[in-house]
């Protein structure tokens, strides 16, 4: 099943009006009620992005580097200065700043994206890793990847994740570190393009899925449904990943993972995540 959430074409990645990147990296949400404390920092971020989605690598990398000077401590600038420097093929940039997120005190999402990519690079870093097989296990990750969840909504998560992967046929890690990506188990992430909840759906896909893209439950039933489908249809992991992150059209027109940035970071920042999560 096709969807419209696609990075090349409607996902778009709005203003930063939250305090970290998603994942656990790649589309900017809104969450209700987030304060910042950047000074600047936001506008820049915001004129960046912009820039950066308009082609402007130039106009992108200063308006990064001015919010990062700005905000010092925070790593979300960094991802996005590695992430310019990988658009143009500036491997040794990519990997400074890479490092650079790894040293501002980074989410687990911002971290997760930063090792995927100096592992490519060639540069061994430890990754963090989870044992998952419980309901309390899975908690825990959850709660290590969004520490503003208390303990009983984790343990929600925990159990609706591994719930809603076997009615899907799913392995649970697959769907944790999909979720982890999106939404950072934060079931309240809106994307500004309005792909909703924990498995960032958009509101035509989750009509096709038959579920309520608000209601957290039903999120997660059709983001599972959705990416058996894309496996099923295809029979890769990573070109499932892609289908999900970029749509199944995407895929089928390259025939393999697309050659959009946000989409190869997408499949491989879900895949380390997944590699640190053994049953």
Same mark, same amino acid.
């Given at each position: 099943?096709?969807?419209?959430?696609?990075? =090349?074409?409607?996902?778009?990645?709005?203003?930063?009006?939250?305090?970290?990147?998603?994942?656990?990296?790649?589309?900017?949400?809104?969450?209700?009620?987030?304060?910042?404390?950047?000074?600047?920092?936001?506008?820049?971020?915001?004129?960046?992005?912009?820039?950066?989605?308009?082609?402007? /690598? %130039?106009?992108?990398?200063?308006?990064?580097?001015?919010?990062?000077?700005?905000?010092?401590?925070?790593? %979300?600038?960094?991802?996005?200065?590695?992430?310019?420097?990988?658009?143009?093929?500036?491997?040794?940039?990519?990997?400074?700043?890479?490092?650079?997120? /790894?040293?501002?005190?980074?989410?687990?999402?911002?971290?997760?994206? +930063?090792?995927?990519? /100096?592992?490519?690079?060639?540069? !061994?870093?430890?990754?963090?890793?989870?044992?998952?097989?419980?309901?309390?296990?899975?908690?825990?990750?959850?709660?290590?990847?969004?520490? +503003?969840?208390?303990?009983?909504?984790?343990?929600?998560?925990? +159990?609706?994740?591994?719930? =809603?992967?076997?009615? =899907?046929?799913?392995?649970?890690?697959?769907?944790?570190?999909?979720?982890?990506?999106?939404?950072?188990?934060?079931?309240?992430?809106?994307?500004?393009?309005? +792909?909703?909840?924990? !498995?960032?759906?958009?509101?035509?896909?989750?009509?096709?899925?038959?579920?309520?893209?608000?209601?957290?439950?039903?999120?997660?039933?059709?983001?599972?449904?959705?990416?058996?489908?894309?496996?099923?249809?295809?029979?890769?992991?990573?070109?499932?990943?892609?289908?999900?992150?970029?749509?199944?059209?995407?895929?089928?027109?390259?025939?393999?993972?697309?050659?959009?940035?946000?989409?190869?970071?997408?499949?491989?920042?879900?895949?380390?995540?997944? !590699?640190?999560?053994?049953?």
């Amino acid at each position: 099943m096709s969807t419209p959430r696609g990075r =090349a074409k409607s996902h778009g990645w709005g203003p930063v009006l939250v305090a970290s990147l998603l994942a656990c990296v790649f589309g900017l949400v809104v969450l209700p009620g987030t304060a910042w404390s950047e000074g600047d920092s936001q506008g820049w971020m915001e004129t960046g992005w912009q820039a950066y989605r308009s082609g402007a /690598l %130039t106009e992108a990398e200063a308006a990064f580097a001015r919010a990062a000077a700005a905000a010092p401590g925070w790593a %979300t600038p960094a991802v996005w200065l590695g992430a310019v420097a990988m658009a143009r093929r500036d491997w040794a940039a990519a990997r400074r700043w890479f490092q650079a997120v /790894l040293a501002r005190h980074p989410t687990l999402a911002e971290a997760g994206y +930063a090792e995927a990519w /100096l592992g490519r690079l060639g540069i !061994g870093v430890d990754r963090p890793r989870w044992r998952v097989r419980t309901v309390d296990e899975y908690a825990a990750f959850v709660r290590a990847s969004n520490p +503003a969840l208390t303990l009983g909504q984790a343990r929600w998560v925990g +159990a609706a994740v591994l719930t =809603a992967a076997a009615r =899907a046929q799913l392995d649970p890690r697959l769907l944790a570190a999909v979720v982890c990506i999106e939404s950072r188990f934060e079931h309240r992430t809106v994307s500004s393009a309005g +792909a909703e909840g924990l !498995g960032q759906l958009m509101p035509e896909t989750a009509a096709a899925l038959g579920v309520n893209p608000v209601d957290p439950w039903q999120n997660l039933l059709g983001a599972a449904r959705l990416l058996r489908g894309y496996y099923d249809a295809f029979h890769s992991l990573p070109l499932a990943l892609a289908a999900y992150n970029a749509g199944s059209a995407a895929v089928r027109q390259w025939g393999g993972i697309p050659p959009y940035p946000e989409t190869q970071w997408y499949v491989w920042a879900v895949l380390w995540v997944l !590699g640190g999560l053994s049953a």
